[in-house]
């Protein structure tokens, strides 16, 4: 009887305890995840830029906020205001078309708050107050505001990067139209989706790159033509210059011997007329 | 000793091939007890039951603490120090009643909107703020009032009053005045010595210990005082919740280094 409560302490505490524990670790597990990390306003940030109102500062809060972003949409807790947050951080940033776009996905996803986004709007974008559904400056590439978003995590960059660049190892972001009021927000990609754009990047990429080169060479081609044509034009020119000196010499000379000749008959006529004097002269002596 | 055995099986059952289903059956209860009401909260809270606001705003912080006056170096310390604090009694306020459903903006946004405000601080709190509601959409403002600091050898003390008003009504939805006092550890030989917690915040901060303590008090503050207040619309329990609310309209609270929290109910604010 000891044995068999020896077993039963022994298997108590080898192979049912092992599940035991992890029954029970899942359950604080779960218990931990309901009461939840709550991802919201970077209260450390924004007390540094509060304090310390620097551009620097300001970049390191929009950092973060875009880093509570994209934690919110991943654990899909996205708390109120933190569209309006980043956009207005972006706003004082300069960036005020993608500032734009935070606020009208701040409208969108809360509509209660859309008196005060439109208030926030008036101070900080006037020009902008009456565009709800786009921004002017980059609605050609869907993927710029997302890759700004991610790369904004990483790098000091005060401008948006013109290229895109979407990592495919971590989320990344794009705007998805849709088609009932044509808002656009961001959402998160699935692997397959990211792998597709990736790909489709690349390919948009290896276009671009032909396209220079064709263009490179064009261009190439096209100097080395005008060069050529530029040095026969000045070999025609050259020649020209050349034939009409020759000419120009050739008349010369010709005028210098008629001269010549003239000259030489001049003389001839005035010998003659001074040989008939001295003969008329000499007819008057013997008179 | 065979009746210990089918014991010992029995509670081996119960923690191997049932377990799941009794840590089921317990959640759902715990769930179910959580959602009983009860008229308590009701009755505490007549006013944001009535009203049932869906967004608030934060005005901005009404400072009326005395500061050192610049003389020494000392002085300016203390006042920054003062001055973070303050500033974290405004951010962390907005924390439990996003928890509790509410819609708020952030600083950032706030600080725009009380830039394009007019008002002073005292007539925004007394006057009429019913433009809030028709043209921002705010249903309620909650105004804090930092009274004053004070500190003795090893505590720390805050006055503040929160006042919650409906920008329709412009009636006082909630009105609490506490003094909240953190009591600090010393050694045997009277010298404070700082909470892991503290320096830790510090740490995350980039601030003092001191300040890192004063910040973790008004934290704590906010969250006692605002953390039975009705949920808003985003958790929709306006009408099915109920709460024994945790204090009244006038207390001091004393905040142990243990992280345990005494009440004390006062008459008046002092």
Redo the contacts between chains.
Sequence with gaps: ?KN??QK??H??LTG??S??FI?HFS?FI?LASCSGE?V??P??D???Y??VSTYGALHE?ATSYARSLNDAVRVDTL????Y??YG??LA?MGHTGTACRMLNAEMKT?P??????Q??KK??MPDMLVDTLATPHDTANLAQLASWAYDSLTALKPLPPLAPVIDSTDTAWVLQQTPVDSIEYPIRLTATQKRELLEKQQAEEATRQQRIADSLAAVKQAALDARKQAQADREREKQEKEQARKAEQKAREQQREEERKQKAAQREEERKRKAAEREESKKNKKK | MKLKNENQNAICKLLTGHVSRFLVFHFVFLILLSACSSQKKLDAYTDIYSERPQVIYIAPLNDLSMRHALRTVDDSIYNLSLNIAAKHLYLSAADPLIRHGYYLLGPLASAQIAATEWRTGKQLRNGDIGDYYTELGIDAVLFITLHGWNATYNTWTVEVEYVLRSARTGNELLHVSVKAMKMLTTDFKGYLLPLREDVDFARRYGCDVETAQRCRLVETLNQYVLKDIPSGLKARQHTTEGYIPSHPEYFNLKIHPDGSVQMLKTELYE
Excluded: C, D, W
């Design positions: 009887m068999e409560n039963t302490s298997k108590l049912h305890v599940r035991f029954f359950f779960l709550y919201g306003v209260r450390a924004v007390l540094r509060q304090t809060l708390h109120p205001g933190m309006a947050e207005v951080a004082l809360f209660e708050s859309r008196g005060m986004v208030r926030i101070r900080l």
